[in-house]
């Protein structure tokens, strides 16, 4: 009894080990600012840009008019920060994405858009580790007034409280590859008598991102043998343990 208890135990501790193992492993960042192809390690799991930085692109751009103004983050390395919690790990970064459309008297119809996006980015779990999800999550915030609008393009809905906005869903690992958009508009139209017949007024942004995976252990072949091995030696001794059957 006590010698199956030990190798029980041993077989745990094994397992154990072996997964600390996998989770301290850590392979050199490769990720430099360069367009050659990178990657730069979570902790149980790697993340691959196919074109190093130019695998990210934010931008803005007027559709129509130009009473606005508008500013954005293009460099993903300069705002990236490796979270972890639990079981799960992921990176943030911040898009720094702010539109502004309207208010300063401009005749016309003024509209603005501007994205974040990534193209060729992959997530894979290290050995002994398994990828179970992967979601992107984004907050931000945006002001409507008068005759104005605005609109999002995520493949995700977004919840909103007031003016600020979050939303999640659910990414591909294998190919990560995602636009997120905002678009606002606003019109300004001057009377005769030089009021405002028709004033708008609109702002959106992305404050804050992240893409967030899920993981979980593994045990590696060696382990689940040891495993098997261990719970039928205590098969054997509790048949062996068993007492026999009296004759009739």
């Not at 192809?37 to 803005?60: E, H, I, K, N, W």
């Not at 898009?95 to 894979?124: A, I, K, T």
């Amino acid at each position: 009894m006590q010698h199956a208890l030990r190798t029980g135990r041993w077989i745990c501790i094994t397992t154990l080990l072996g997964a600390v193992a996998h989770a301290a492993w850590a392979a050199p960042g490769t990720c430099d600012g360069s367009s050659d192809p990178c990657s730069f390690d979570l902790g149980r799991v790697m993340v691959t840009l196919a074109q190093g930085a130019a695998s990210y692109a934010a931008g803005a751009e007027f559709l129509n008019g130009e009473d606005g103004d508008y500013v954005f983050q293009p460099n993903l390395f300069s705002t990236l920060a490796l979270t972890s919690a639990g079981a799960t790990e992921g990176f943030s970064f911040v898009p720094g994405l702010q539109l502004r459309v309207g208010g300063s008297g401009r005749n016309g119809y003024h509209e603005l858009r501007g994205w974040f996006e990534f193209s060729g980015l992959s997530f894979q779990a290290k050995p002994g580790w398994r990828l179970d999800g992967l979601q992107l999550q984004v907050i931000g915030s945006r002001n409507v007034v008068g005759d104005a609008s605005w609109s999002y393009g995520l493949p995700f809905a977004l919840q909103f409280n007031g003016d600020s906005f979050a939303g999640s869903g659910a990414i591909n690992p294998d190919d990560a590859a995602v636009r997120a958009e905002l678009t606002i508009n606003a019109a300004y139209l001057e009377g005769e008598d030089g009021t405002a017949v028709s004033y708008g007024y609109a702002t959106a942004g992305f404050e804050s991102a992240r893409f967030v995976a899920t993981v979980s252990a593994v045990p590696e072949p060696g382990a689940v043998a040891l495993w098997l091995g261990g719970a039928a030696l205590l098969g054997a001794w509790g048949r062996r343990a068993r007492p026999g059957r009296a004759g009739g």
